[in-house]
């Protein structure tokens, strides 16, 4: 029967894949790294991760997820060194579990990285509006900024990959240099008012403790450890998309798996020094003031200006701002090949000449990134003509303040969502990866990097993602009364069977299709199972 399907139904060539052999290592880490923005990681993570997580223990924090998702990538790069392919977590996970799964959860791996561009944007425009605002004394509306960074971004994005991937190292080293050189000053001053702090901000066991409240005579509420992890994870989302660039890497093999622990513990170890230092810098009150404060932010500024003077704390702003854009950009990179590789093995001819279309001279998945611009762009208007955040006055009365739209609903709501999405993918991967080496055999797996490794990241990613849930509403905070929030883990289950849903579907009615879901691999690896 499947025969006869197969042959009513013949499947449709794909058209010609990405540019192979654009990229090497130094450019597959630059935008793994810039997908996860260490200058907006921790300027805007640290500070809620203080103020309402687990407090001074928030490196702790970074140290426990540096951990976990090392664990997670052992297994994760397994795979990559067998398998390489553009949908990433679609190919591998289609691999382990099958066609239904990987098709379930390549769309919601999709889904995440399309809100995550819309994050990070709302994240963009905000600074943006700031920095201008402070700077120049000009007023610009956010919205101005978001539709310019989109625009710009979707050109950028058109053109060779080699052409973005400049951009993201430049800004990059731009964003490590100035973290570093603030830390730096913090050991030449040997540490802050209360010295290093080592013992209350390093320790594993911090990590698991929240801010108490009143803590070190300040007006802080009792936080949440759960917080505290998940704002630590959010800061890393992004280092996985190694494995999205593995078609366009001049050696994959060996390229991927690298990049992919050199992303992971580099950026672990940094944030783990850099958010120590600046706790340090600042002393255990004045970090906890500051991060409850209505400038949270000022957590970085006031001690970059301090041992930095004005004029770095200007380049500090615009380097956030840079580097937000350049997050988004990442972001973009991503979502589209990600769009890119689910069209190409989508039944339509059309679908596939379109959306799985790479632009025959720069080898970019130049449609799929032009519908990620217009879904980015929708996204964004939908957010500033129709949510509204309230804060409240000295009398306690709620006032509208449509100038936090883009930072608390936008970059702080996407950004929950995605990260919820990313982590059940993982989680699932991880599954993944011990079904293809130990109940599939397609390769023979050592029991540590492809069994025990997994199986705990795996776990711990679900954690992760209960504490979430647990926590949720205050996780969101001012977003909390948002329709979008109340719908956010709905939207999540529902993209994910929608994709079960469609699988099976292709199973029965398209056979020859359905074998194909996740199977779009380089020649060298090409793997049917």
């Known amino acids: 029967m499947a025969t006869e399907s197969a042959a009513v139904h013949p499947a449709p060539e794909a058209p010609p894949g990405l540019k192979k052999g654009a990229i090497g290592m130094v450019a597959v880490i630059f935008m793994a790294v810039a997908n996860a923005a260490p200058i907006t990681a921790m300027t805007g993570n640290t500070p809620i991760a203080v103020g309402y997580g687990n407090g001074l223990g928030a490196p702790a924090g970074f140290l426990f997820a540096t951990i976990i998702l090392t664990l997670f990538a052992l297994g994760y790069v397994a795979m990559a060194r067998h398998i390489t392919t553009t949908g990433a977590f679609y190919g591998f996970i289609s691999h382990g579990l099958g066609q239904i799964w990987g098709m379930a959860s390549g769309l919601l791996a999709t889904f995440a990285y399309v809100v995550f561009e819309g994050s990070l944007i709302g994240g963009c425009a905000y600074f943006a509006n700031d920095a201008v605002n402070s700077l120049l004394g000009v007023d610009i509306p956010w919205l101005v900024f978001a539709v310019v960074a989109i625009v710009i971004i979707a050109v950028l994005c058109y053109f060779h990959i080699s052409f973005t991937a400049a951009i993201l190292g430049v800004t990059l080293v731009a964003e490590v240099l100035i973290l570093f050189g603030l830390a730096m000053t913090v050991i030449a001053n040997g540490g802050g008012p209360d010295g290093f702090m080592l013992d209350q901000t390093v320790l594993l066991n911090n990590a698991f403790e929240g801010l108490p409240a009143?803590?070190?005579?300040?007006?802080?509420?009792?936080?949440?450890?759960?917080?505290?992890?998940?704002?630590?994870?959010?800061?890393?989302?992004?280092?996985?998309?190694?494995?999205?660039?593995?078609?366009?890497?001049?050696?994959?093999?060996?390229?991927?798996?690298?990049?992919?622990?050199i992303a992971v513990i580099g950026l672990g170890l940094f944030y783990t020094f850099i958010s120590a230092m600046v706790l340090a810098g600042n002393g255990a009150k004045a970090s906890v003031e500051a991060s409850i404060s209505a400038s949270p932010l000022d957590l970085f500024f006031g001690l970059?200006?301090?041992?930095?003077?004005?004029?770095?704390?200007?380049?500090?702003?615009?380097?956030?701002?840079?580097?937000?854009?350049?997050?988004?950009?990442?972001?973009?990179?991503?979502?589209?090949?990600?769009?890119?590789?689910?069209?190409?093995?989508?039944?339509?001819?059309?679908?596939?000449?379109?959306?799985?279309?790479?632009?025959?001279?720069?080898?970019?998945?130049?449609?799929?990134?032009?519908?990620?611009?217009?879904?980015?762009?929708?996204?964004?208007?939908?957010?500033?003509?129709?949510?509204?955040?309230?804060?409240?006055?000295?009398?306690?009365?709620?006032?509208?303040?449509?100038?936090?739209?883009?930072?608390?609903?936008?970059?702080?709501l996407l950004a929950l969502i995605g990260t919820a999405a990313i982590l059940l993918v993982q989680a699932i991967c991880s599954a993944a990866v011990i079904s293809y080496f130990w109940a599939r055999k397609v390769h023979r797996g050592n029991v540590i990097t492809t069994l025990i490794c997994p199986l705990i990241g795996g776990l711990a990613m679900l954690y992760v993602v209960w504490l979430l849930w647990d926590n949720r509403a205050f996780a969101a905070g001012l977003a909390a009364n948002s329709q979008v929030f109340k719908v956010g883990p709905y939207l999540i289950l529902a993209v994910f069977l929608v994709g079960l849903v469609y699988a099976l579907w292709l199973r029965t009615a398209r056979p020859q299709i359905y074998a194909e879901i996740g199977r779009t691999v380089i020649e060298d690896s090409h793997e049917r199972r």
Not at 336 to 342: E, K, N, T
Not at 359 to 373: D, I
């Open 214 to 261: 009143g803590a070190f005579g300040t007006a802080a509420a009792a936080g949440s450890m759960a917080i505290g992890l998940f704002f630590a994870f959010w800061s890393w989302v992004g280092f996985e998309t190694t494995a999205v660039y593995g078609e366009e890497s001049r050696n994959p093999k060996r390229i991927i798996p690298r990049a992919t622990l």
């Open 304 to 412: 970059v200006e301090k041992n930095l003077g004005g004029v770095l704390l200007d380049v500090y702003k615009i380097l956030l701002v840079i580097g937000s854009f350049a997050c988004a950009l990442a972001f973009h990179n991503a979502a589209s090949r990600y769009l890119f590789a689910l069209g190409r093995e989508i039944p339509s001819p059309k679908a596939r000449n379109t959306i799985g279309a790479a632009h025959p001279k720069h080898g970019s998945p130049y449609v799929a990134s032009t519908l990620q611009s217009a879904i980015t762009l929708v996204i964004v208007v939908l957010f500033a003509g129709f949510t509204a955040v309230q804060v409240p006055d000295a009398d306690g009365v709620p006032v509208d303040t449509p100038a936090l739209v883009p930072y608390v609903n936008i970059y702080g």
